[in-house]
């Protein structure tokens, strides 16, 4: 499975942004799939994970209320919508996603339980 993550880019504070992680190849409906970021000089974090049907999702406390996840399994594409963006939000921001279609609506956070990795997109808030 390939991801690949786009619509990064340079915003002011205050401003939204949307990224998109698509993959080619296999269908995203079986698979879970959460965004990560990673700023200069700090570990990555998880920021937000959407089950394989989208009816479940999860926010870190620093993006909650400010993201919002949601998927086209059709389209094979998750987004991310970024809004009210603050400078501490720069970062590089990767999708990944792991295979888990599960009734239970499984989500996850934690890096290790991820199989596949974007390449990320790079994220810049300027205050």
């Known amino acids: 499975v390939q991801l690949v993550e786009s619509g990064g880019g340079l915003v002011r504070s205050g401003g939204s942004l949307r990224l998109s992680c698509a993959t080619s190849g296999d269908s995203f409906d079986d698979y879970v799939v959460g965004w990560f970021r990673q700023a200069p000089g700090k570990e990555r974090e998880g920021v937000s994970s959407i089950s394989h049907t989208g009816e479940n999702t999860y926010y870190s406390d620093a993006v909650k209320g400010r993201f919002t996840v949601f998927r086209d399994n059709a389209k094979n594409l998750v987004s991310l919508q970024m809004d009210n963006l603050k400078p501490e939000d720069t970062a590089v921001y990767y999708c990944?996603?792991?295979?888990?279609?599960?009734?239970?609506?499984?989500?996850?956070?934690?890096?290790?339980?991820?199989?596949?990795w974007g390449q990320g997109t790079q994220v810049t808030v300027s205050s």
């Open positions: 990944a996603s792991f295979v888990d279609a599960a009734p239970s609506q499984y989500l996850s956070i934690i890096e290790d339980e991820y199989e596949y």
